[in-house]
């Protein structure tokens, strides 16, 4: 039976193991990234594409730019090339609590953009739209599975979202790391 990792708003996981790595997805988006031959993979949980305060940024894995640069950088570290990278994205949505400012939209975009310039094929997505997701991540098959929550069962996702912005404002004073397994 593989280990349940469960991942936060702006956490990163980089493993060679065999986890199952769940996560819940509104506006957020998650990119799974593997190399087969290595059987090394990845994913992440970003909020947004990147903020005005640079310094936070470099040191948040809550923004873009800076999970999706680090956790590829685990990869080279490995001897992986970019561009031998295989990713899957997900996430993006619309959701009631955000609708006015499409942050959703604005994740996704950000995320092919990166994605295409360092040459990283996108092999499946599910994104945009105005329901959230539970995700599921196997990281010895790369798989994932995605539960699509009905807008009638947003009010249990709306508390944990509320929960994890909790959780993120409490974390904004500490630095987010990568876990490697």
């Known amino acids: ?38 059987k090394m993979s990845a994913i992440n949980h970003i909020l947004l594409p990147g903020t005005s305060n640079q ?27 970019r561009n031998q990278l295989k990713a899957k994205i997900f996430g993006g949505s619309q959701t009631a609590m ?4 499409f942050a959703g939209l604005k994740n996704v975009q950000f995320v092919k953009d990166f994605l295409q310039t360092d040459n990283i094929p996108i092999i499946s997505e599910d994104t945009g739209g105005v329901y959230y997701r539970k995700l599921v991540f196997h990281t010895d098959n790369y798989d994932v599975y995605i539960t699509k929550i009905l807008p009638t ?4 996702i709306r508390n944990q979202e509320k929960h994890f912005e ?5 974390r904004m004073v500490k630095k987010t790391s990568i876990f490697t397994f």
């Open 153 to 156: 069962q947003n009010e249990e």
């Open 166 to 170: 909790t959780k993120v404002r409490e």
């Open 55 to 81: 310094k936070e940024e470099r040191q948040s894995f809550r923004y873009g730019v800076t999970s999706m640069e680090r956790m590829i950088n685990e990869f080279v570290k490995n001897n992986i090339a």
């Open 1 to 38: 039976m593989k280990q349940k990792v469960y991942l936060n708003i702006g956490e990163a996981y980089f493993t060679s193991g065999h986890y199952e790595i769940r996560t819940i997805l509104g506006s957020c988006v998650s990119v799974c990234l593997y190399h087969e031959r290595t």
């Open 98 to 101: 955000l609708k006015s400012n």
